[in-house]
């Protein structure tokens, strides 16, 4: 799902020296499959871009239940704010949505 680039093309292979494909059949990277899913163009950056927010409340919720650990405690206190769009432009550079980062 996670592809080097943003695509959505035909799946092309080779069969006995020629080359096939089938119109149903497609490599599509995960930005791609959410706005096919949704409609949505930059329904996968709105996930990633919503994901922080609900990763800190999940763990602030959780750590209560948790024994004492550091790593928590640096993950809840740690500025993300520029940590998370790095993260991202890695991995998705040429991802719809991303370019805005």
Not at 2 to 8: D, L, M, P, R, T
Not at 37 to 66: R, S, W
């Amino acid at each position: 799902v996670i592809a080097k680039k943003s695509q959505n093309i035909p799946w092309t292979i080779s069969l006995d020296g020629q080359r096939k494909k089938h119109r149903r059949i497609r490599r599509v990277s995960i930005d791609k499959f959410y706005e096919l899913v949704t409609g949505e163009a930059n329904a996968f950056y709105q996930l990633c871009m919503a994901l922080p927010e609900v990763i800190k409340q999940t763990v602030a919720d959780t750590v209560a239940l948790l024994p004492h650990d550091t790593v928590f405690d640096e993950l809840i206190n740690s500025s993300a704010s520029s940590f998370e769009p790095a993260l991202y432009m890695l991995g998705f550079e040429t991802y719809s949505g991303f370019n805005k980062i």
